[in-house]
């Protein structure tokens, strides 16, 4: 073995009997690494508007598997349920987006609740709107009847009770089929008041 050799290996094997050497250098590494960590031309992330720019406004800033939310009046009496299987949250516009949603919506009197569906929603928190998008689906049961109404778009006011659209609507129920262009629907009142190009189909008794 070459004289040189031979004095690398021992210089490598006294630093490994020597433990404070071991450590100095160790600790000289890590003071080089924070070193150039600080020196990095990455900003640092100080804020939540600095970190929505790099997320980008698209992603939200949260999202919930298999939510449920619950809204209540002023008498403790529920208001609306609804569910999703994800349901993602955007803070600054205060917005939650919804996949699938369903919602279950009580008049005052706890009578049997309006029963909605569709493939999307959006909730404006601060406004409590429930917005509904695709094949949105409304079954009303008062009785013995059960009325459907089928829509494209529907939104629901929380806090007025109302329901309502200006797209196309056909209700179905057990007497016939009702199709027009915009609806209003008060849920305490049990009100539904069709807005224009009205038309029906009724089957008679005999």
């Known amino acids: 073995m070459a004289q040189s050799e031979t ?33 990095s031309d990455e900003p640092a992330i100080t804020s939540y ?9 698209a992603e939200p800033d949260g999202f919930v598997i298999n939510g449920n939310y619950t ?5 403790g009496h529920r208001k609306i349920v609804f569910t999703s299987p994800r349901i993602e949250q955007f803070e600054e516009e205060n917005l939650a987006t919804m996949e699938s949603p369903s919602a279950e919506v009580f008049s005052a009197d706890d009578a049997e609740p309006w029963l909605l569906e569709a493939e999307n929603g959006s909730l404006l928190r601060d406004a409590d709107l429930l917005y509904l998008t695709g094949n949105v689906r409304v079954v009303r049961t008062i009785g013995a ?24 609507v056909e ?21 539904l008041e069709l807005n224009s190009q009205v038309e029906g189909r009724y089957d008679t008794v005999r």
């Open 7 to 39: 004095q690398s290996l021992l210089s490598l094997v006294a630093m490994a009997n020597r433990p404070r050497l071991r450590m100095l250098a160790l600790a000289a590494t890590i003071a080089a690494t924070i070193f150039l960590l600080w020196q």
């Open 145 to 168: 009847r059960t009325a459907t109404l089928v829509t494209e778009s529907l939104t629901l006011d929380n806090n007025q009770g109302r329901v309502y659209t200006d797209d196309l």
């Open 71 to 75: 809204s209540y009046d002023e008498t």
């Open 49 to 57: 508007s600095d970190a929505r720019q790099l997320r980008g406004d």
């Open 171 to 191: 209700i179905t129920d057990s007497v016939g089929t009702t199709r027009a262009k915009g609806m209003n629907a008060w849920i305490d009142e049990r009100i």
